[in-house]
């Protein structure tokens, strides 16, 4: 008798019961649902500093394709870039052609750009060819096409002067894809990416 009241106390001792169970599971939970937003932040600024860099690098890309020929990468007098980077983009990185037409812009085959193939439509370089920010947005860039050396600034303020003394900008719209209009600090615009900034 001694023996099967031993034997059951050890049963008893190794298991949990529900209620315990439930506290472990809730416990679970609540640092879950506390780690998630931190993990979500960081998750938004590795993303803002990959937009950042791809801005800067677009333009030193510009840059240097202008230092080469001349003249900026203009393909069929089109000196804004908005949902149709993909012309640009072929330039900057070589391409020979674009739907079937040659491409005379970059005759020397220089590489000016190396970006990496996005997955989907999304950060990076898609299926169609345009160049896509962390979101999925693709990069607004606007060149100096009358070669003065002044682009109107496309924000009301909190973005610098009204003319910015440059002959590219490059701008990515953010987590919520609107913006490049009114203050730069605030409203829809405040979580753009600027190259110039």
Do not use: C, H
Not at 63 to 87: C, F, H, M, R, W
């Amino acid at each position: 008798m001694s023996l099967r009241f031993s034997s059951r106390l050890r049963r008893g001792a190794a298991a949990f019961t529900l209620i315990e169970l439930l506290v472990v599971i809730s416990i679970i939970a609540i640092l879950a649902s506390l780690a998630f937003p931190a993990v979500n932040g960081a998750i938004d600024t590795a993303k803002r500093a990959k937009a950042k860099n791809d801005v800067v690098q677009i333009v030193t890309a510009i840059k240097a394709y202008q230092t080469e020929y001349g003249k900026l990468p203009i393909y069929d007098s089109q000196s804004v870039y908005e949902g149709n980077n993909d012309q640009l983009f072929n330039i900057l990185r070589s391409l020979k052609e674009l739907n079937g037409e040659q491409l005379d812009m970059n005759p020397r085959r220089i590489a000016f750009v190396e970006v990496r193939p996005g997955k989907g439509k999304k950060d990076g370089i898609g299926d169609d060819g345009v160049f896509y920010d962390p979101w999925g947005k693709p990069y607004k860039i606007i060149l100096d096409g009358d070669y003065d050396n002044t682009i109107p600034n496309p924000y009301g303020g909190g973005a610098g002067f009204k003319d910015l003394l440059t002959a590219a900008i490059v701008v990515s719209s953010g987590k919520d894809g609107q913006g490049l209009s009114g203050d730069k600090n605030s409203g829809v615009a405040k979580d753009d990416i600027i190259s110039w900034q």
